[in-house]
T-cell receptor
Framework: DAKTTQPPSMDCAEGRAANLPCNHS???????VYWYRQIHSQGPQYIIH???NNETNEMASLIITEDRKSSTLILPHATLRDTAVYYC????????????FGSGTQLTVLP | DTGVSQDPRHKITKRGQNVTFRCDPI?????LYWYRQTLGQGPEFLTY????????KSRLLSDRFSAERPKGSFSTLEIQRTEQGDSAMYLC???????????FGQGTRLTVV
């Protein structure tokens, strides 16, 4: 599976959009981009995933560049409860769904 | 609550003892995964079941680790002859289908003293 690169930490003001970048320059054609987050002392929580097209759900939006070498997770109106470590993961469709978590981005939402 | 359930939430054991953890996945999910997470690191994949078949176990950390899912529903992870280095959070996740996100439980925190 391709590796990902994320900034180790980011801050965001409450109520503002949080834009979390991820580089995955070695992604292959059948690999999806997944985003999870982990609030302290809890299990990871699935947020969203996509292949090529931008995706949106009730939690977030995922913007994938046309060359698929990078993506951005957008939390449109960050709240204090969004403070967590956010993991960007690239994984193959149809294979064993083991997810290779990196170190993630610690997002801190500030009041 | 119909999420992934893990038991116990915390376990303290003496070095050399065996421990077993249980995971109850979301009921309609056919895939079940075990991960381990040490402090400050992301979760690390251990093994994976589709129904009762264990399809990937090469990432189990040693032959002291084993997992079962006998009826394709709940699963157990056993660690024999525990060592201090086994201290970690053990996470279970489940999913339905190959392309959907996995849903994680709250984990079992193991401390080996």
């Amino acid at each position: 599976d391709a590796k990902t690169t994320q900034p180790p930490s980011m801050d965001c003001a409450e109520g503002r959009a949080a834009n979390l970048p991820c580089n995955h320059s070695t992604i292959s054609g059948n690999e999806y981009v997944y985003w999870y987050r982990q609030i302290h002392s809890q299990g990871p929580q699935y947020i969203i995933h996509g292949l090529k097209n931008n995706e949106t759900n009730e939690m977030a939006s995922l913007i994938i560049t046309e060359d698929r070498k990078s993506s951005t997770l957008i939390l449109p109106h960050a709240t204090l409860r969004d403070t967590a470590v956010y993991y960007c993961i690239v994984g193959r469709s149809g294979s064993a769904r083991q997810l290779t978590f990196g170190s993630g981005t610690q997002l801190t939402v500030l009041p | 609550d119909t999420g992934v359930s893990q038991d116990p939430r915390h376990k303290i054991t003496k070095r050399g003892q065996n421990v077993t953890f249980r995971c109850d996945p979301i009921s309609e999910h056919n895939r079940l995964y075990w991960y381990r997470q040490t402090l400050g690191q992301g979760p690390e994949f251990l093994t994976y079941f589709q129904n009762e078949a264990q399809l990937e176990k090469s990432r189990l950390l040693s032959d002291r680790f084993s997992a079962e899912r006998p009826k394709g529903s709940f699963s157990t992870l056993e660690i024999q002859r525990t060592e201090q280095g086994d201290s970690a959070m053990y996470l279970c996740a489940s999913s339905f289908g190959s392309d959907r996100g996995a849903f994680f439980g709250q984990g079992t925190r193991l401390t080996v003293v």
